[in-house]
């Protein structure tokens, strides 16, 4: 659920390798850290789909318009919901910049906030089924919905490996003082840091560390690693962001 998320600092709490070494600056942000392009464009095709779903449900009966405008509505309402935690899914990262090294611990949040959301949605759906059962015993059988979501949010809290895997937890550290190259994109406040890597058959290729910036900072540390690096070559361009690694866009 993109739009439930805890909202606390989670710098103190990280188990932070380096811990020894004094952090000259040390925050942590919210973002997409994806190519959102293709992200945007499927969510702007559903959205006309969910408008016309929504439209077309309003008229499938002859009920009130308070009613057409619920059922509408409510389908429209669902669907973009349902979308948007699909295109809409945002990281936590965490850094911690030294002398030596940027760390950093990034991990995706929705599956934090899954649980209790399933939860309270097979404690509500239950009540309703049970009321239901009182007025007609045939209802019994939509009891099976309501279990079914409380036996799959308990079954997600007890395996630490399936949440590690769905939250994409990662731990990396930049050699930010080797960087080779700076590339800027202040749309995203985002920073690339060029490092070339070298395979065991000779060939090699460069790719851009990610380190993304608060928007009320965000100038102090473009300065930050201007002074502190001021040989290195730099640029200002968009960025093409993957999963762990960023390129230049053509």
């Known amino acids: 659920m993109w739009f439930i998320q805890p909202k606390q600092d989670y710098v103190a709490q990280m188990p932070w390798k380096h811990a020894d070494e ?8 919210r973002t997409r850290d994806y190519y959102t392009l293709p992200a945007n464009i499927l969510f702007f095709v559903m959205l006309v789909i969910s408008l016309g779903a929504g439209y077309l449900l309003s008229h499938a009966g002859q009920g009130s318009l308070v009613a057409s405008l619920l059922w509408g509505g409510g389908m429209f309402t669902f669907c973009i919901l349902i979308i948007m935690s699909i295109t809409h ?3 936590i ?4 910049l030294t002398e030596e090294r940027i760390e950093a611990f990034s991990w995706k949040p929705q599956i934090d906030s899954v649980k209790p959301v399933m939860t309270w949605t097979a404690i509500g759906s239950g009540v309703v089924v049970l009321f239901l ?3 007609d015993p045939a209802f019994l059988i939509a009891a099976i919905g309501p279990v079914g979501i409380g036996i799959a949010a308990a079954l997600m809290g007890t395996s630490k490996n399936y949440r590690t895997l769905v939250r994409d937890d990662q731990h990396y550290e930049i050699d930010w003082k080797n960087t080779e190259e700076i590339a800027v994109w202040r749309k995203r406040r ?3 840091l060029r490092f070339t890597w070298y395979n065991d058959d000779g060939s090699h290729y460069s790719v851009y560390s990610k380190v993304y910036f608060r928007k009320h900072d965000f100038e102090k540390c473009v300065d930050f690693f201007r002074e502190r690096l001021p040989q290195t070559p730099y640029r200002e361009e968009r960025l093409v962001v993957h999963s762990h690694f960023a390129t230049l866009a053509k």
């Open 22 to 29: 004094p952090a000259l600056m040390a925050w942590q942000i």
């Open 89 to 91: 899914q945002t990281s």
């Open 93 to 96: 990262i965490a850094y911690r």
């Open 133 to 135: 059962v009182f007025i």
């Open 190 to 192: 985002l920073i690339g």
